[in-house]
Every structure is written in structure tokens, then in C-alpha cells.
């Protein structure tokens, strides 16, 4: 029986990772709904396509027990992160990776998503792959420079590059 996944994307959201996510899973009826870190579902790819996320972060808190996985999808996230970090919808999200990981859930992402998982405290010991760009701020995890990387439950990819690299073993995974 696949599993059910709780997508996160800031806003705005790299577009080319996140359909790479939610077309594998929609292509292998992996069940999954897209969670906006935002006050609204209205949302942007970095390319400036407008979507809209099935619900907001806030509303995922709490909830981990309904999924099996949580995915990080990236887009600007380190700058918008660092600009609105003390946020509601910031907030929310580090509390819902912690939340997540503290049950044993499959914590997958790109690019910056070992930083996020990082900073929510969920890293200790794991071997994480992340864009070069922020592999120097990885202290509790291990940064490598592979362009993925599975430890445990962590699935991690360098970037929306080489997430097709990855995308076959999390299928896998997610398929059982």
C-alpha cells in the first residue's frame, strides 16, 4: 500500500523540484497533499507560475500520525526564510519537521531541505546532500557533496538537479 506524503513548499517554490515530486507521486498513486509555508494557498514558482497549495502549514501541525512521509520542496527558501523566520507560517513549519521527524516519518527534500531539517534539529549524525551554497552552515548533520543522499529515513538531494538521482529509490520506498 503506497504512502501518504505532506508536501511543503515556500512561496515562492522552485518549480522544477516540486512537479518532479508530485508528478512521480501522482504517476506511482502515491497519495499526497501540497501544504503552502504561508498564510494563504495562493502560491508562485520562482518562474512565477501561480497555484494554489491544498491547505497552509498551520493546518498540518499536529497531523503527522496521518503521513508517513514529509517532503521539502525548495524554491527561495533561504532568503524568504531568513526574512520572515519569527513568522506564524515559519514557525509552523520548523514545528512540523520536528513533529515529523520526532515519529520516524521519512524526511525527503532538495536543496536547502537538509538546512531546514538542520535548523528544526533533526539532523544529528545524518549524512545530508544540499546546495553547495549552504553546505558550510551544517553542524549536527554531515554535509557531503554527493548529489543525493539516503541516511535512515532521510532522503536528501543536492539540488533540483540532480533530484531525478534520488527520485527512484524515494518511490521505491514509498511504494511499499
Known sequence: MAKRVAV???????????????????????????????????????????????????NLKGHAHEYDALVFSCGD???????????????????????????????????????MFEIAGVTEGKRLALHPMVKSAISKGIATDAEYEIDGNFFTAQCEHTLPSMMPQLIEVLKK
Request: aromatic share 12%.
Open 77 to 115: 527558501a533561504i532568503p524568504v526564510f531568513g526574512e520572515h523566520a519569527s513568522e506564524a507560517p515559519y514557525v509552523a513549519m520548523m514545528q512540523v519537521i520536528k513533529e515529523f521527524a520526532e515519529k520516524g516519518k521519512l524526511m525527503a527534500g532538495h536543496c536547502a531541505a537538509a538546512l
Open 8 to 58: 511543503l513548499a515556500v512561496n515562492p517554490v522552485n518549480g522544477l523540484g516540486l512537479f518532479q515530486y508530485l508528478e512521480s507521486f501522482y504517476e506511482n498513486q502515491i497519495i499526497y497533499r501540497v501544504y503552502a509555508v504561508a498564510e494563504t494557498t495562493d502560491m508562485r514558482t520562482n518562474s512565477g507560475i501561480r497555484f494554489y497549495a491544498d491547505d497552509v502549514i498551520e
